[in-house]
T-cell receptor, first 112, second 112 residues
Framework: KAGVTQTPRYLIKTRGQQVTLSCSPI?????VSWYQQTPGQGLQFLFE???????NKGNFPGRFSGRQFSNSRSEMNVSTLELGDSALYLC???????????FGNGTRLTVT | GEDVEQSLFLSVREGDSSVINCTYT??????LYWYKQEPGAGLQLLTY?????DMKQDQRLTVLLNKKDKHLSLRIADTQTGDSAIYFC????????????FGKGTTLSVSS
């Protein structure tokens, strides 16, 4: 069974640009969440999607947005990139009601 | 809002027991988790405990939950050098899904 797949693995962008990251959950998983990991702030929750609806949201500015498609794949978008957005972005998926979120290997975003 | 706190560093000798502590704030969390992250690697779920349990044992790992004090601990018996990693405590946001609040992580260093 394939794990959580995140693309691309690495990305370099310039300040002011926007970026879209993709997450394909494990087959059958309908809950998908996104996290930002930085050395200073640790792992911070961005948002959770379930059945194409945002169910929970963390404390991030509106520049961070996401969506989920009918096949449960999810994308997150960051507009007007700032240097501080450089981070590892992780995606997790799980079956509804299952206490075992599976994490992808992440997308490493570098903003110059 | 939700918050999870844990000590940042722990150093032990090989063969000793390690105890990593964590406090959390959201009493409605259904599940509490311990994750392990090795350098350059993704997040590995070590174990989790349902909020109505006091203890869970899984081979060398023992999780203790004091719900009254909102305190969670992870004990690793017979700690090995391969256990050197960052350990994250996390609480679920509401019911089981993928929305978690993480602590900043405890770096465990095991010396031989």
């Amino acid at each position: 069974k394939a794990g959580v797949t995140q693309t691309p693995r690495y990305l370099i962008k310039t300040r002011g640009q926007q970026v879209t990251l993709s997450c394909s959950p494990i087959s059958g998983h309908r809950s998908v969440s996104w996290y930002q990991q930085t050395p200073g702030q640790g792992l911070q929750f961005l948002f959770e999607y379930f059945s194409e609806t945002q169910r929970n949201k963390g404390n991030f500015p509106g520049r961070f947005s996401g969506r989920q498609f009918s096949n449960s794949r999810s994308e997150m978008n960051v507009s007007t990139l700032e240097l501080g957005d450089s981070a590892l972005y992780l995606c997790a998926s799980s079956l509804e009601g299952n206490a075992n979120p599976h994490f992808g290997n992440g997308t490493r975003l570098t903003v110059t | 809002g939700e918050d999870v706190e844990q000590s940042l560093f722990l150093s032990v000798r090989e063969g000793d027991s390690s105890v990593i502590n964590c406090t959390y704030t959201d009493s409605s969390s259904t599940y509490l988790y311990w994750y392990k992250q090795e350098p350059g690697a993704g997040l590995q779920l070590l174990t989790y405990i349902f909020s109505n349990m006091d203890m869970k044992q899984d081979q060398r790992l023992t999780v203790l939950l004091n719900k009254k004090d909102k305190h969670l601990s992870l004990r690793i018996a017979d700690t090995q050098t391969g256990d050197s990693a960052i350990y994250f405590c996390a609480e679920s946001i509401g019911q089981a899904g993928t929305a978690l609040i993480f602590g900043k992580g405890t770096t465990l260093s095991v010396s031989s």
